[in-house]
């Protein structure tokens, strides 16, 4: 059965410094993987996605992720966090159905 | 513009009401869905309809109902055999259920029980 890991359920970042939140999955077959955010009281907004192609993905708001096979992971990344960037921030594999990973909540030091 | 509208986005409910949430989509969206969202536990789906008069139950489906008479609308009641119904709900929905389809979703709905 696919599944998503989501390593961390808090993390901390400095305003300005390397954002990295981390998932792993698990899939029977070639995923189809996804980085939602949710700010509070609100619904999820697609950041980016990989299905096909090119392994580095661009998403919004300057975040990227990166699929490695061998790994069995989707990391997401932005170079320089900002104050605006506090969120949550959920993986999700698709196989037959989408199964999301239970959330990173992403806090930003001033 | 288009985009997915849940009603109410905040309701309370005494125990042993049932209670429905609205959901309507102007995207022409095929598949519609509805998850749950409490703290720390991510989401989790309660239903998901593939075309309108069918639908199929997901992981938590025990004490909801949902119906899909029109393409636009998927409706989940909260019926009061759910034994913990507090909780943020959230409704989806995505053009095909196809493997790169991504979800939209709407604003969510907050169920408090008294």
């Known amino acids: 059965a696919q599944s998503v890991t989501q390593l961390g359920s808090h993390v901390s970042v400095s305003e300005g410094a390397l954002v990295l939140l981390r998932c792993n999955y698990s899939?029977?077959?070639?995923?189809?993987l996804f980085w939602y955010v949710q700010y509070p009281n609100q619904g999820l907004q697609l950041l980016l996605k990989y299905t096909t192609g090119a392994t580095l993905v661009k998403g919004i708001n300057g975040f990227e992720a990166e699929f490695k096979k061998s790994e069995t992971s989707f990391h997401l990344t932005k170079p320089s966090a900002h104050m605006s960037d506090a969120a949550e921030y959920f993986c999700?594999?698709?196989?037959?159905?989408?199964?999301f990973g239970k959330g990173t909540r992403l806090h930003i030091l001033p | 513009d288009g985009g997915i509208t849940q009603s109410p986005k905040y309701l309370f409910r005494k125990e042993g009401q049932n209670v429905t949430l609205s959901c309507e989509q102007n995207l022409n969206h095929d598949a519609m869905y509805w998850y749950r969202q409490d703290p720390g536990q991510g989401l989790r789906l309660i239903y998901y309809?593939?075309?309108?008069?069918?639908?199929q139950k997901g992981d938590i489906a025990e004490g909801y109902s949902v119906s899909r008479e029109k393409k636009e609308s998927f409706p989940l009641t909260v019926t009061s055999a759910q034994k913990n119904p507090t909780a943020f709900y959230l409704c989806a929905s995505s053009s095909f259920v196809g493997d790169t389809a991504e979800l939209f979703f709407g604003e969510g709905s907050r169920l408090t029980v008294l």
């Open positions: 999700a594999v698709r196989d037959d159905k989408i199964i």
């Open positions: 309809s593939q075309i309108v008069n069918d639908f």
């Open positions: 899939s029977s077959v070639p995923p189809y």
